[in-house]
């Protein structure tokens, strides 16, 4: 058996164990750029920064009483407005986050909400205007509200320490069958293996921290 088919098979192995273990808080699942949950990225839940901001969308979803409550979550644009790699970005292989709609004083309100129940309560007088960085159990939270670009929406990014990134790491959409659009374990192989780029070299070098 050669060395990609032997990656490869323990690749599958570790993200299918580590799926197991993640937390979807019952939130609709589906492809990048779709605003639903995108599972991948190291050990197929980004690290474990997935299931963290998946459990302050539930906070959300109770202050609310809605499951209507992200406007985005992975995406494929790599930069934030101020030029750095966003924890949006699929290529963000540590790193999630999810976009919060809000306006005005429901906005005020709904992150007050967010404060009080998340982490003991412990910043509840984050009321936003500036960006807010946490750093809690090997993870780094960020939120913003009412900070340039987000007047609209509260954005919340987790990312795990020392996570890896893939600079412009495209997925390009398949000509064929339409379901193989979405951002699956089987898909990013057949990309990674037809890319031109060194993708497949980038990936066997995450993966072997995870053996």
Known sequence: ????????????????QKLMESNTYGFPQGKVDSGKVVLGGEG???????DRALEILNIVRNCKGSDSVVS??????????SGNVSDHYIGNLSAYAVDIPAKGDSGDKLLACI???????S???YKGGKWLNI????????????????FDHIHVGVKKKGGKI?????IDKPKNTKDEDD???DNLFKIAKNSSSNVISSLKKIFNDLV
């Open 1 to 16: 058996m050669s060395l990609d088919l032997i990656i490869e098979r323990e690749i599958r192995r570790m993200t299918r």
């Open 44 to 50: 197929g839940n980004w690290g474990g920064s997935m």
């Open 72 to 81: 985005s979550q992975k995406r494929t644009r790599e930069k934030t407005t």
């Open 115 to 121: 404060m009080k129940k998340w982490n003991n309560g």
């Open 123 to 125: 910043n509840s007088d």
């Open 135 to 150: 750093n809690k159990d090997g993870y780094r939270y960020q939120f913003g509200w009412r900070v340039k670009g987000h």
């Open 166 to 170: 893939l600079k412009n790491f495209k």
């Open 183 to 185: 951002f699956t374990l």
